[in-house]
């Protein structure tokens, strides 16, 4: 039975400002091969889908007002699993994909350490980096970020946006919604399979309420890794 975004219960409350919440799709080959995906579209393993059952039960009790995601199919199958049970419709958007990542994208970790060490040093260090001469992590949010904001200011006052997005690209948009400086981006912790962050709306911006929020700790196997 669908669960209706406007009913009571734990996701509104009277007064608490609207809420985000990033969610990571589910598992596919090529995270368990620990190969960078990027903007490549992979489909989930059935581990993946079963997570994303799983965790659609427990995002389906807060209520939310809408759903939006990337068009890619990693992340469309999981937000379908949380449509099944809110009776939403899922909006998509490929704005909200994954960092395009040139020639790094179908290399497992340790080719591109391999192949391109130092530029996957200087990424690590916070410094502008096209990996594999793809996009800009700045360029990921300047893209995602207005995305998130557009939806969640159609949702209520103490409504709930879903977006079902890629590690890299929520790591990214978190940051700018935050307010941190590029360099202090990968301060936030990669997010497991099918795990999320949750930003509320407070009164002078938006806040990180909870991160990598889920499940019990789980590896994170993901292109920002």
């Known amino acids: 039975m669908a669960v209706s975004g406007a009913a009571e219960g734990p996701g509104r409350v ?12 589910g598992q596919t080959p ?16 059935e581990t993946g889908v079963g997570q994303a059952r799983h965790a659609a039960r427990l995002l389906a009790s807060l209520r939310p ?24 419709e899922v909006t998509r958007d490929e704005a909200l994909r994954e960092t395009y990542a040139g ?16 530029q996957y040093a200087a990424w690590k260090r916070g410094e502008p980096v096209r990996r594999g001469g793809g996009e800009l992590e700045t360029e990921v949010a300047d893209r995602a970020a207005p995305v998130v904001l557009r939806h969640v200011e159609k949702v209520p ?20 919604l935050i307010g941190l400086e590029p360099h202090h981006w990968e301060s936030l912790g990669g997010l497991s399979n099918c ?18 929020a889920g ?10 890794d």
């Open 157 to 176: 006052e103490d409504g709930t946006l879903v977006v079902v997005s890629h590690g890299g690209t929520i790591r990214t948009t978190l940051g700018r």
């Open 65 to 88: 007002d809408a759903i939006v995601s990337s068009d890619l199919l990693r992340a469309t199958r999981t937000a379908a699993e949380l449509a099944a049970l809110t009776g939403l």
């Open 215 to 224: 499940t019990l700790p789980e590896p994170v196997l993901g292109d920002d």
């Open 14 to 25: 009277p007064g608490r400002g609207r809420r985000i919440i990033l969610w990571r799709h």
């Open 195 to 212: 795990c999320w962050s949750v930003l509320g709306e407070g009164a002078r911006g938006w806040r990180l309420l909870e991160h990598n």
């Open 103 to 118: 020639v790094w994208q179908g290399l497992t970790h340790e080719e591109i350490i391999d192949r391109y060490g130092e």
């Open 30 to 45: 090529w995270n368990v091969e620990r190969r960078f995906q990027g903007s490549t579209d992979v489909q989930l393993t």
